[in-house]
């Protein structure tokens, strides 16, 4: 037994190299789930790579239809036909009226004459369904299963890859004697997520080889179907790195000791307005002043404003992304796609050489991913990727309540988190002031004051701690009794 490539992009990852061969895989899901366009892509690909390849039609259409349909995408290439590493057979009604017994027989005979190292039978199902003994009868339940225990026996002489698709729910394929005589099973659907509709594709099944389980995404192209493995957590332990980066504010490092730990992950939350990009473009820039590549992925802000904006706080950003230091990404919050935004961060971090990244409107992953688990277990996840791959990183959130009691985090941040700075909006004296605090700093001291802090046209700057007022965080900040006394009486009394 090998192993031999699925020619799907990126399925070869989530089955651990391949295909077994010889074996029997079960492609299966409703009507329109993209079953046949996975057949014949993986068919074409390997004919393309030098294979002889066989596709069994049982819908009794004639090639040319099925070619055209084929046709639409780029994996199909007429000319494998001319060298004879694409063949196509359909299976006529009549044949099927003759029983059984004629169908394999005739099935066989093309198989000794093509002798092909792939084969697909599409769809499997509808053969099944539509068999009828000699005597022009509906066959039994019993009769056809006795055609599928025949069918398979005899794929499995064949000694090759055998690729069969079949239209299933989930509950019947569980219950279905075509699923368990098959050695692998691919199941695919379309599920509703979010704003949008999501393909999928999960392995139900591989007898014989190791395979990342769960729940794919997957996506139907020009180039045909391309899946998405699920992202998955770092395994084992990894280096804790003793070195601080800075935050590119002086009197924050200040505040934190030194500046945020390599590796870490910080989350800076605040309402609207008080200037949580601002604080993670000061971080990017300290970073690309010192040479370490960056990247800002954006879920609020397009590129060219975000170079724009940056500018009001004397932060310069395009002549790094002229040096190809800086790549500012733009991700749609309806249009985000886990899975394949992961892969593709993944690749950018690796081939760029990215050392920081700020995550702007994180928050915003509430529309691309609506439940509550599912989203923390991926954020948490994405940010574990980041870390397990050098980089230290900034992501920020927004908290509605500009005044009053507020929600600090979000419950997919808090605990996926190294540290945590609050920003808010406060009331002092008919006036409206911005204040910092740093309510969580995992493993190193930090100061507990508030302090005040505004933006300028020169970025930001921290000004004294809040004291003698009480009830800042709250947005609604007041003299402690002890200052009002003193302000009304004096120091003498």
């Excluded at 390599?262 to 040479?291: A, P, Q």
């Excluded at 910092?436 to 701690?465: A, C, P, Y």
Aim: overall charge neutral; hydrophobic content about 40%; glycine content about 8%.
């Amino acid at each position: 037994m090998i192993f031999v490539p699925s020619y799907i992009p990126n399925l070869n990852e989530i089955l651990e190299g391949g295909f077994n061969k010889p074996s029997i895989v079960l492609v299966a899901g409703p009507a329109g789930s993209g079953k046949t366009t996975f057949a014949a892509q993986s068919l074409f690909n390997a004919a393309k790579a030098g294979e002889t390849c066989l596709f069994i039609s049982t819908l009794s259409e004639p090639p040319a239809m099925i070619n055209n349909y084929m046709s639409r995408f780029s994996f199909f290439d007429q000319a494998l036909y001319e060298t004879n590493k694409m063949n196509m057979v359909s299976i006529s009604e009549s044949l099927i009226k003759k029983g059984h017994d004629e169908v394999l027989d005739f099935i066989n005979k093309k198989i000794s004459i093509i002798k092909p190292a792939r084969i697909v039978i599409d769809p499997l199902t509808v053969l099944g369904d539509l068999l009828k003994s000699f005597e022009n009868r509906p066959i039994s339940d019993d009769e056809r299963r006795g055609f599928y225990f025949d069918l398979f026996t005899s794929m499995k002489s064949w000694n090759t890859l055998v690729i069969i698709t079949g239209e299933f729910i989930l509950e019947d394929l569980r219950k279905s004697v075509v699923g368990y005589l098959a050695d692998g099973i691919l199941f695919m659907s379309e599920e509703y997520a979010g704003m949008r509709f999501e393909r999928n594709l999960r392995i139900i099944k591989m007898r014989g080889q190791k395979y990342i389980s769960g729940k794919h995404s997957m996506d139907i192209r020009d180039m045909g179907i391309i899946v998405f493995p699920r992202l998955l957590p770092t395994i084992g332990d990894k280096p804790v790195s003793a070195i601080k980066v800075s935050t590119g504010i002086p009197d924050l490092d200040k505040m934190l000791k030194g500046g945020i730990p390599d590796d870490d992950v910080t989350l800076i939350s605040g309402t609207t307005g008080t200037g949580k990009t601002t604080f993670g473009l000061h971080f990017i820039c300290d970073g690309l002043n010192r040479g370490e590549n960056g990247m800002i992925i954006s879920m609020e802000e397009r590129p060219s404003k975000l170079v724009r904006n940056s500018r009001t706080f004397g932060l310069e950003l395009q002549p790094y992304i002229d040096k190809k230091m800086l790549e500012i990404i733009f991700l749609s919050p309806i249009l985000y796609r886990p899975d394949e935004e992961a892969l593709i961060l993944r690749k950018k971090i690796k081939e760029n050489n990215v050392k920081r990244i700020l995550f702007d409107g994180i928050e915003n992953l509430e529309t691309s991913i609506p439940e509550n688990m599912e989203r923390k277990n991926y954020i948490t996840t994405l940010l574990d990727m980041f870390s397990s791959m050098g980089v230290t990183t900034i992501v920020t959130s927004e908290i509605s309540e500009l005044f009053g009691a507020v929600k600090l985090t979000h419950e997919s941040l808090s605990c996926a988190v190294d540290n945590i700075i609050l920003l808010r909006h406060v009331e002092i004296d008919g006036k409206i002031r911005g204040v910092l605090s740093v309510l969580k700093s995992r493993g190193i001291e930090h100061d507990t004051e508030i302090r005040e802090f505004e933006l300028t046209n020169k970025g930001i700057n921290l000004k004294n701690s809040m004291k003698g007022y009480e009830s800042v965080l709250s947005g609604s900040a007041r003299k402690t009794p002890a200052d009002i006394f003193r302000e009304t009486f004096g120091e003498k009394h």
